[in-house]
């Protein structure tokens, strides 16, 4: 039997070895994928990509709820312990400036890039009782996003789905001159372009099955929207921060997770130039690789409590 997943965080729901009997009894069709390794552990082929997918509509169902969860093979499937964990240390966040963590649909939070399989919302409803708003630049991924919506009726009225118009833009069309949202999240796209992405992929595979596969593998596949974009992390992020400061008071905490340490000098520097009131990094494990969130504000200190009443 592994040990707790120290790693994750405390009110993640997901420390703790998989129940495999638990998730069998809400997806059967798991069990096929199900084994016994050579450490005496019970546990899935992380590089089967169908395998991936039964244990995430497991994980959903049995922790969150949510049920007939689904994904098409070519968009990427999300880690959902990693996914969890962006959303209790937003929680954290939002507590530092109201005195403890906020619950209820008076939170409103907005997901950029909330793409086919919209965990982000469906795990801050779950575990909070947020609203969300999720925007994506692909009508396609917002098509199989309201699938899981038509599913899960009761999440009908509290995560709404908005499509951006215009891939050069984060907030704007978006945002309407009245809106006023807790927070803002963002898994933004890694990559610089495609050959990049698929670079990425091979690397993955190669670390997962220990092997000289050369074809990465649908598990870590995705839509270009997903993996890359011009000018990659740094530009999307960069986008993000200019155009939240036209925004600055309509959003108490704008973040986004940042995968590569490398760029932080430069959104730090941009991030002053923009005149944020305060800034903060929170390193946090995401899957097998460490990653951090960037969490900025123009709100003062003295003033974010108000926003809460």
């Not at 997943?5 to 059967?28: A, G, M, W």
């Not at 999440?155 to 809106?179: A, E, G, M, R, T």
Request: hydrophobic share 40%.
């Amino acid at each position: 039997m592994s040990t707790e997943k120290s790693s994750l965080h405390t009110r993640n729901l997901h420390r703790d070895p998989y129940d495999f009997e638990q998730l069998i009894s809400c997806v059967p069709e798991l069990k096929h994928y199900v084994f016994v390794n050579a450490y005496q552990t019970t546990t899935i082929n992380f590089s089967i990509p169908k395998a991936v997918k039964l244990l995430n509509k497991a994980l959903l169902e049995h922790f969150y709820h949510v049920k007939n969860w689904d994904i098409p093979d070519t968009n990427l499937c999300p880690p959902i312990p990693g996914r969890a964990d962006y959303v209790h240390y937003i929680a954290d966040l939002l507590a530092e400036s109201s005195g403890e963590i906020p619950a209820g649909v008076a939170v409103k939070g907005l997901d950029i890039g909330t793409g086919a399989n919209l965990v982000y919302p469906l795990i801050a409803h779950r575990s909070y009782g947020w609203q969300m708003l999720g925007t994506d630049i692909s009508d396609d991924s917002l098509k199989n996003a309201r699938e899981i919506l038509d599913q899960n009726l009761d999440l009908l009225p509290v995560i709404q789905l908005q499509q951006q118009p215009d891939p050069k833009h984060i907030f704007k069309n978006i945002l309407k001159s009245d809106d006023r949202f807790t927070f803002s999240m963002c898994n933004p796209p890694f990559h610089d372009s495609e050959e990049a992405a698929m670079k990425g992929n091979i690397r993955k595979t190669k670390n997962i099955n220990r092997s000289k596969k050369q074809k990465p593998l649908l598990n870590f596949s995705g839509q270009q929207s997903e993996l890359w974009c011009e000018g990659g992390e740094l530009a999307f992020i960069s986008t993000m921060i200019r155009e939240s400061a036209e925004f600055a008071s309509q959003v108490l905490w704008f973040t986004c997770l940042v995968s590569k340490k490398d760029n932080l000098p430069k959104l730090l520097e941009l991030l002053k130039k923009v005149k944020t009131a305060d800034f903060k990094i929170i390193d946090m494990a995401q899957g097998q690789k460490v990653s951090r969130m960037l969490a900025w504000t123009f709100i003062p200190q003295q003033k974010q409590k108000y926003w809460f009443k």
